[in-house]
């Protein structure tokens, strides 16, 4: 049972935001859950034109010389789930459970990004033997698809100077700055026409088992993209059999590392024997290559019924398709100059889907140097622009630059050697935090962000360390307690 993990509110809190579906931009029962609690505990709540929630609360016992302290997380969550797995995340409760040192759930997300976040920031307000000083609890939403929460925050809504972000997932890391990041969607016609009179045989070929994972924390992790992968498939391996394409379609989310992909094709059955051969060849190829990350890929052939593929792509269009998406730029683009093992830019195919005689391409670029993330971006316009593709460039943010100075920093490191006897590690996260945009509302304001250790967010085997969070929260009450010593 979560609820009798310590924290215990923690714990409990995090137990009951399970039970709540709370997918970006499906956020009104988390929404109801965190005023229904505000006016339970008689702590002050306020909700913004956007949809973000503030809570605040006065200083406990012999605390009120403190300056003011914001506690931040955001309330959506990522819904991902194996396939197989029976689960609505617009109705159904998360089934998190205890393993071992871990809490994960089943078939699906965790939520532990950035639940636990929330979770533990409720749990100050609530638990009576937290000290602190003027607490406000900043809960912002749909993070995960956009950061719509953070882009509508407006100026002095917040009082606090100081702020801690919760959505950072390795304990012992300490993060003062983060990777910018924007949406590109490149799109193309597709036409279709007839299928061959000698096409009598009608196959799905799935590509499963990757571990898939965060598109800024995981991307330097070497594993494979599903969507790419299968286009290799056809671009590489598939050329001497006469297949035509009827469907192709990959991942879910822009900021995931897509895990499966899917092309439907058409094709003389007297190929099928060579096609198997083919498939086995490939795989044997790929646990090879990536025997060390990916150890459970896995393609499969399964019959489509005849009259579901009613027509298939013309061959030139199949072609342009194929070759645009075999050739199309993901993954680390370059490692940081300035902070060993960091990436600084970097990119994700992360959707690839027909929808209305549209093949349509979504990708997330991700960069410490906006000028950096601008030439990827200038190669994605030149990429579909091979192919006389449209494309659109959406949700563009900056990042949030580091501050070595910083009296929150400094306080934060002092208390963590003084708990664990160790120093931690000041680093710079390439995964996009709100930090970078509550910088334009609030310049002056001092950040860092902490958090538990979350492992493969974003994906069904998500899970957080629970005793990370229990050293999270030996942190996050010790800076709380000597808020004092801030400059």
């Known amino acids: 049972m979560l609820s009798t993990l310590k924290p215990k509110f923690v714990w409990q809190i995090f137990n009951d935001i399970c039970k709540i579906p709370h997918p970006s931009h499906h956020e009104q029962m988390i929404t109801k859950y965190i005023v229904d609690f505000a006016n339970s505990h008689s702590i002050d709540c306020k909700i913004d034109k956007v949809g973000n929630i503030l809570l605040s609360k006065s200083a406990t016992k012999e605390m009120d010389d403190c300056p003011?302290?914001?506690l931040q997380a955001h309330m959506d969550m990522v819904p991902q789930k194996n396939e197989g797995t029976e689960h609505d995340f617009l109705f159904d409760p998360i089934q998190a459970y205890v393993d071992?040192?871990?809490v994960t759930a089943k078939g699906t997300t965790l939520g532990a990004d950035n639940g636990i976040g929330l979770a533990s920031a409720l749990a100050i307000l609530v638990d009576p033997a937290v000290e602190h000083g003027p607490i406000e609890v900043l809960v912002t939403v749909s993070e995960e698809t956009g950061m719509f929460g953070a882009f509508g925050l407006q100026p002095n809504w917040l009082t606090s100077k100081y702020l801690i972000n919760t959505d950072s997932e390795d304990e012992g890391e300490i993060f003062t700055g983060c990777a910018g990041g924007v949406d590109f969607s490149s799109s193309f016609p597709v036409t279709y026409t007839v299928m061959p009179e000698k096409h009598d045989c009608y196959l799905k070929i799935s590509l499963k088992g990757l571990k898939g994972g965060h598109s800024g924390c995981d991307i330097h992790l070497g594993r494979g993209n599903a969507i790419k992968l299968m286009t290799r498939l056809l671009a590489e391996y598939l050329q001497d059999i006469s297949f035509r394409l009827a469907n192709i379609n990959g991942g879910s989310l822009r900021n995931a590392i897509p895990r499966e992909a899917f092309a439907e094709i058409s094709l003389n059955k007297e190929d099928l024997p060579k096609l198997k051969s083919i498939i086995n060849q490939y795989k044997d190829i790929l646990n090879n290559e990536l025997k060390h990350v990916e150890p459970n890929i896995d393609i499969t052939l399964s019959e489509v019924e005849?009259?579901?593929?009613?027509?298939?792509?013309t061959a030139e269009n199949q072609n342009k398709i194929i070759n645009w998406l075999h050739t199309a730029p993901n993954g680390v683009v370059r490692m940081s100059d300035q902070i060993h093992g960091v990436v600084e830019t970097s990119l994700?195919?992360?959707i690839v889907n027909i929808k209305e005689n549209q093949i349509i391409a979504n990708f997330l670029i991700r960069s410490q140097i906006d000028s950096a993330k601008d030439a990827v971006v200038s190669s994605l316009i030149s990429h579909s622009q091979l192919i006389n593709a449209n494309y659109e460039?959406?949700?563009g943010y900056s990042g949030?630059?580091?501050n070595l100075a910083s009296s929150l920093l400094e306080l934060a490191k002092d208390k963590y050697y003084e708990i664990f006897s160790e120093h931690p590690?000041?680093?710079?996260i390439h995964?996009?935090?709100e930090c970078g945009i509550f910088k334009k509302a609030y310049p002056e304001m001092d950040m860092i962000s902490i958090g538990p250790t979350i492992v493969s967010p974003h994906s069904p085997d998500e899970k957080v360390n629970i005793t990370s969070v229990y050293r999270y929260w030996e942190l996050l009450i010790a800076i709380l307690k000597s808020a004092k010593h801030l400059k």
Request: charged share 20%.
């Open 68 to 70: 003011s302290i914001a």
């Open 100 to 102: 071992g040192e871990w």
């Open 306 to 313: 005849p009259n579901k593929i009613k027509r298939v792509l």
């Open 348 to 350: 994700n195919l992360g």
């Open 393 to 395: 460039i959406s949700g």
């Open 400 to 402: 949030w630059e580091p």
């Open 425 to 428: 590690k000041i680093m710079v």
């Open 431 to 433: 995964a996009g935090l």
